[in-house]
């Protein structure tokens, strides 16, 4: 008995000696020894004979990661029953870790095994094998040792929104392969909105217009494959009754008085039967396409909801509802979302605004929210028992932020998912106070948002920090340390970044000068006057310059113009449609930029129909711009008194 303490003993000092690879997300318990697994010719993947398909293509992952990851070949073999030396081991146990389907053990000695009671389980233990890979003088190894781990939430999700800003396949592809690696498991897809429809409806073709980037049906089934085979869920966004101006100018007769309208001006009327058709006609067509469990149908800021307590019809069906305010009202409109939802097999999302506490009749429990904004309102129905989703303003707004330097890592760090923003935060805070929801609240998980960004500058944005958050919801670590964080980070995940296909800062893009050169001050009074332009037009482009101006009297018409022009006749104002006005010094914009009356650093990006304008840092807005961009791009302050410098211009790759 003593000698075999004593054997531990020495067992324990050797691994205290050993260090750890550095694993986003830190995994819940781990312990290195002294020794290496290497990784040369011969490499095997095997997977047990009876194990379901998913393992085999769990497999297939791993063999691919380790190629484009560590650059390390290996072939995948049905299991012999050997177990020679070199093997990865992948091993479905239902007994290892009931009830938790995305546990996992990571065994690394001679061979490696991976074990699990749930495909999802194998999966994230082969994207710790390989996250575990260190290069030595002898080559790529892992360090033997035991990992086991498990996820405190199961909910860890990202939003994209191609709709103000159109995102491409590639784009998205390889974001899903980032997720993958970093055990994020929802992709949540908000595809409709004010400003375009980005899904193809063959039910509601006309609110799909000409000439619109979207995703075919096609496409998106294409998208739910890939993103399966890498443990990622597609859960789709149809965001009504507001949110809906592209809808209601496609069919007016969704309007109460059956016209159309301007951006947060439309709102689907509630009393008419069309209404309910239409969108029970668009969930059964996503229901086709989408095989997640979840639909989200938005219900986020109805502005224009004062309509309803006008409208003969809103106002019949509150009489029949038996109801007197038009909260109340929404509050039936979204019973008869969660009944459109179930009837197609879906559970139903919404955003925390589109609940009101206290106000009878509350909407079905069974409703997720997806809680962005207000601790005050998400905290009371969190109490009233419904499942939360944290998707908080502020630290979570991954592109809402600077482009360089963005929302610092310890902001976000600070951040889990039982704690929100109080008080709530705005857009562009830094400093955020937070606090946590009662302990018998029910937390799903969360994700992180990437709203209204041109796609480069979104990449520019989500990494390190979508990391950051991927740690947050599987380690929910108990206090930041953005120190410690970095130095992992810096230990080879942007390497592994480029490796997956993220561009690094810059990259695929060529300098093109502006007259004057980098660092020149054209002031009004250069040639020509008020206004510089690009000597060659370009079409998707980066455009970075600072810019101050003058005081000007309250109320002149100030700004910087930008024009993407058919080509200016020389000494001549250009013409074209005006893509950027900017707004005057110490003005603050709805976005919360605010230019100062010091030099701005302002960026814009434009790529396909989508142009984006930032204001020292802060995301001003994203326009989906249908005039083609076929001139010079030209800069031009509006009134007395603007000066520019280190004007610079990228052409973003792929275009002329
Ligand atoms: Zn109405």
């Known amino acids: 008995m003593m000698l075999c303490l004593g054997a531990v003993g020495v067992l324990i000092m050797v691994t205290v000696a050993a260090a750890s690879p550095s694993l986003i997300p830190l995994p819940s318990s781990s312990r290195h020894e002294r020794g290496w697994f290497r990784l040369g010719p011969g490499l095997r993947i095997v997977v047990a004979a009876g194990a379901p398909a998913r393992a085999a293509e ?3 992952v791993l063999r691919e990661g380790l190629f484009e990851l560590a650059g390390v070949g290996a072939v995948v073999e049905p299991d012999q029953g050997r177990r020679p030396e070199g093997t990865i081991s992948l091993s479905l146990d239902a007994g290892a870790f009931p009830g ?11 061979s490696a ?11 994230w233990g082969a994207q710790t094998f390989i996250q575990s890979i260190e290069p030595t003088a002898a080559g790529p190894a892992v360090r033997r040792g035991t990992v086991t781990d498990r996820p405190h939430r199961s909910w860890r999700g990202l939003m994209l929104d191609p709709v103000r800003s159109f995102l491409d396949l590639d784009f998205i592809r390889r974001t899903i392969r980032v997720m993958s690696a970093y055990k994020l498991n929802v992709l949540h897809l908000h595809l409709i909105d004010d400003e375009a429809w980005r899904f193809e409806s063959k039910a509601w073709p006309k609110c799909n217009r000409p000439g619109e980037p979207l995703y075919t049906q096609a496409d998106l089934r294409g998208l739910v494959t890939f993103a399966e085979r890498y443990g990622v869920e597609i859960v789709p966004e149809f965001d009504v009754p507001g949110h809906s101006m592209t809808a209601v100018n496609a069919y007016p007769e969704l309007d109460c008085e059956r016209r159309t309208r301007a951006m947060n ?26 095989p997640s469990a979840f639909i989200h149908l938005g219900a986020d800021e109805p502005y224009a909801i004062k309509r309803w307590a006008e409208c003969p019809d809103c106002r019949a069906r509150m009489a029949r509802e038996g ?7 929404y509050h039936v409109f979204l019973r008869n979302l969660d009944g459109i939802a179930k009837s197609h097999g879906k559970r139903l999302i919404v955003w925390n605004d589109a609940i009101h506490p206290g106000v009878e009749p509350m909407p079905p429990r069974d409703i997720l929210v997806d809680a962005w904004f207000n601790l005050a309102v998400v905290a009371p129905l969190a109490a009233s028992g419904y499942v939360i989703l944290n998707s908080s303003q502020g630290p979570l707004y991954l592109t809402s932020f600077g482009l360089g330097e963005g929302l610092p890592l310890a902001a976000v760090l600070a951040w889990n998912a039982t704690r929100f923003p109080d008080p709530p935060a705005e857009m562009g805070d830094r400093a955020l106070k937070y606090q946590s929801l009662a302990p ?23 990494y390190p920090r979508l990391l950051a958050v991927a740690d947050d919801l599987w380690s929910e670590r108990k206090a930041s340390d953005a120190v410690e964080f970095e130095k992992r980070y810096r230990a080879g995940h942007e390497e592994r970044l480029r490796r997956l296909g993220v561009p690094d800062d810059g990259e695929g893009t060529s300098e093109t000068p502006f007259p004057g050169g980098p660092g020149a001050v054209l002031a009004p009074g250069a040639t020509p006057p008020g206004w510089i332009a690009t000597v060659r037009a370009c079409r998707d482009f980066r455009l970075a310059f600072e810019w101050r101006a003058s005081p000007s009297p309250e109320g002149a018409h100030t700004g910087v113009l930008i024009r993407c022009a058919p080509g200016p006749d020389k000494g001549a104002a250009p013409e074209g449609l005006p893509i950027v006005a900017a707004p005057p010094p110490g003005r603050v914009m709805s976005s919360g930029a605010r230019p100062s009356d010091g030099w701005n650093r302002c960026e814009v990006a434009a790529r396909g129909p989508v142009v984006s304008l930032t204001i020292n840092g802060i995301l001003a807005w994203s326009i989906v711009d249908p005039a083609p961009r076929a001139g010079l791009i030209v800069l031009k302050g ?8 280190n004007v610079r211009l ?5 275009s002329k």
């Open 58 to 60: 769990i497999a297939d």
């Open 100 to 110: 938790e389907p995305e546990a996992y053990r990571l065994k690394v000695g001679r």
């Open 113 to 123: 095994k991976i074990i699990a009671s749930d495909p999802r389980g194998l999966l």
């Open 265 to 290: 001006e439309a709102i689907l009327c509630a009393g008419r039967a069309f209404t309910r058709e239409f969108i029970d006609r668009l969930v059964a067509e996503a229901a086709e396409v989408f």
């Open 323 to 329: 109801v007197t305010s038009v909260d109340a009202l």
């Open 440 to 462: 018998q609240a029910k937390v799903l998980g969360g994700h992180a948002s990437a709203w209204a960004t041109e796609q480069s500058l979104v990449e520019r944005r989500l």
């Open 638 to 645: 509006m009134g007395p008194g603007h000066e520019f410098r």
């Open 650 to 654: 990228w052409r973003l790759g792929g």
